[in-house]
C-alpha cells in the first residue's frame, strides 16, 4: 500500500500563488508516476500536471506556464507550485501515485480556493 497525504490548499486571491506538497509513505518503492488532478463542483476530476520517476513533466493547457511540477526524491514529496492563480482554479486538488508492482494510489485531497 501507497499513502499520500496532501497538504497546502487554502484560500488566496486572484494573481496569488500556493504550493501544494504530497508526501507519499509505505510501499514507494516502484512509483513511476506521480499526478496532481483537480476536480471542481459539478465537474469531472482532471490531470493538471504529472511527473515521472526519471522526471519528464507534463501540463494541462490550461496550467502551462503557471503551474510547476517538481519532486524530491530524499523526502519522498511531489510539489505543485502554483502561480498567477484564477477563479477558475477552485477545486480539490488531488494527489495520485502509480506503483508499477501495487498499483494506482490516491490522497484525500485539499480545497484550493481563488477568490476573484
Known amino acids: 500500500q501507497v499513502q499520500l497525504v496532501e497538504s497546502g490548499g487554502g484560500l488566496v486571491q486572484a494573481g496569488g500563488s500556493l504550493r501544494l506538497s504530497c508526501a507519499a509513505s509505505?510501499?514507494?518503492?516502484?512509483?513511476?508516476?506521480t499526478g496532481w488532478y483537480r476536480q471542481a463542483p459539478g465537474k469531472q476530476r482532471e490531470l493538471v500536471a504529472a511527473?515521472?520517476?526519471?522526471?519528464?513533466?507534463t501540463y494541462s493547457d490550461s496550467v502551462k506556464g503557471r503551474f510547476t511540477i517538481s519532486r524530491d526524491n530524499a523526502k519522498n514529496t511531489v510539489y505543485l507550485q502554483m502561480n498567477s492563480l484564477r477563479p477558475e482554479d477552485t477545486a480539490v486538488y488531488y494527489c495520485?501515485?502509480?506503483?508499477?508492482?501495487?498499483?494506482?494510489?490516491w490522497g484525500q485531497g485539499t480545497q484550493v480556493t481563488v477568490s476573484s
Open positions: 495520485n501515485a502509480n506503483n508499477r508492482f501495487s498499483g494506482n494510489y
Open positions: 511527473i515521472t520517476s526519471a522526471g519528464s513533466t
Open positions: 509505505g510501499r514507494i518503492f516502484g512509483i513511476n508516476l
